[in-house]
């Protein structure tokens, strides 16, 4: 049954995926809610997946949970632990998983604090601003080398419709969110102390999704290489819909009678969290993705297949998308000593 949330959504189910056996992908927040749905898909098409997650406990349950399903998970899932709010761990673990991959043909970037209070990270960031968006620039700037030469590697193979469609299943897809659209209007990204100050929930939130929505359409057109090179990469940032998932939990600590009453509604109302990772599962390898890519390259969904120019103007602003990517350049080399290489 599709709760209300999903009843105008289009789908994009377990059966509309194509094999997987042999990919490889890497899903940051992959041992609970959406992630985990999402693991258990790829998986469940014989796709090798490392998860990235800060407590080993929920990535152990997840993979039972992934293995009712899909028997020979624990052969086909890999969990590495790090704290997305130590830049320099996250850092260390990229760089490893850059050096130990054959190939890399699916990035996921769907770990993040959700609707919950302001704190600051161990690095001193705000946290939403260094979790939900400086810790996957890090992520994505040190796998990209990895994903061009897995890339070029299909783009070797002979021509034909399946071969065109597998040339283009290099991807990189952000979960942002409508929420996108509580951002303040005052979003300048010209220095970390915007981001660094107590701001409400809701509006510290929706922000951090305005920038996953900003890094994947500056990324996709300034910093991915073309969709004609010998080695392109597909990316997009999604909305999941309304979905239950402990993200609701954050929202009773920030509004303790509201939160509680959005945090029980939400059962009712709010989409399962597997119906919630189709809109990504379609960016990361729906085949209308690959046909429509002149289109869609670095755009923002709603839904699966859903239309472009959805997002608020705000979230289209290409200037501000720039100054997003220059500002955490900035961060990143002052907080950290990190020089970005793409």
């Known amino acids: 049954m599709v709760a209300p949330a999903g009843l105008f959504s289009n789908r994009y189910k377990v059966e509309d995926m194509p094999d997987l056996t042999g990919k490889v992908a890497v899903v940051t927040g992959g041992s609970r809610g959406i992630g985990e749905a999402l693991v258990g898909d790829l998986v469940q ?20 949970h992934v293995s009712e399903h899909t028997p020979n998970a624990r052969n086909l899932i890999t969990f590495h632990q790090v704290d997305l709010g130590t830049l320099k761990d996250v850092v260390a673990l990229t760089s490893k998983l850059s050096s130990q991959l054959d190939r ?6 769907i770990a993040g604090i959700g609707v919950a209070p302001f704190g600051l990270t161990n690095d001193g960031i705000g946290n939403h601003f260094g979790v939900n968006h400086l810790s996957h620039m890090v992520i994505t700037d040190g796998l990209i080398d990895l994903m061009k030469k897995t890339s070029e590697m299909k783009n070797k193979g002979s021509a034909g419709l399946d071969d ?18 509580a951002a303040p209007s005052d979003v300048k990204c010209e220095s970390l102390e915007e981001f660094n100050h107590e701001r409400d929930a809701t509006v510290l939130y929706g922000r951090s999704k305005l920038l996953n929505i ?12 073309s969709l004609t090179s010998p080695s392109p990469i597909l990316a997009a940032s999604v909305h999941p819909g309304g979905v239950a ?24 109302l709010f989409m399962s ?18 046909k429509r ?16 120019d959805s997002e608020s103007d705000q979230a289209k602003d290409d200037e501000l998308a720039k100054k997003l990517w220059e500002l955490s350049e900035r961060v990143l080399k002052e907080k950290i000593g ?4 793409h």
């Open 293 to 308: 890519r002149e289109e869609c390259q670095g755009r923002y969904f709603t839904e699966a297949d859903g239309k472009v």
């Open 104 to 109: 890399l043909d699916l990035l996921f970037l």
């Open 45 to 64: 098409k014989g796709c090798k997946v490392h998860i990235l997650s800060s407590t080993k406990q929920h990535a152990e349950e997840a993979i039972q």
């Open 273 to 290: 969290r597997e119906q919630g990772a189709e809109s990504a599962l379609w960016a990361g390898v729906g085949q209308t993705f690959a």
């Open 245 to 268: 998932t402990e993200q609701e939990k954050g929202a009773a600590q920030a509004y303790p009678i509201l939160g509680n009453v959005l945090e029980a509604a939400s059962k009712v």
């Open 164 to 181: 065109e469609l597998e040339k283009f299943s290099t991807r990189i897809v952000s979960e942002s969110s409508e929420l996108h659209r």
């Open 338 to 341: 990190y020089e970005m290489k």
């Open 214 to 225: 900003l890094f994947i359409r500056h990324l996709a057109h300034s910093h991915l290489p």
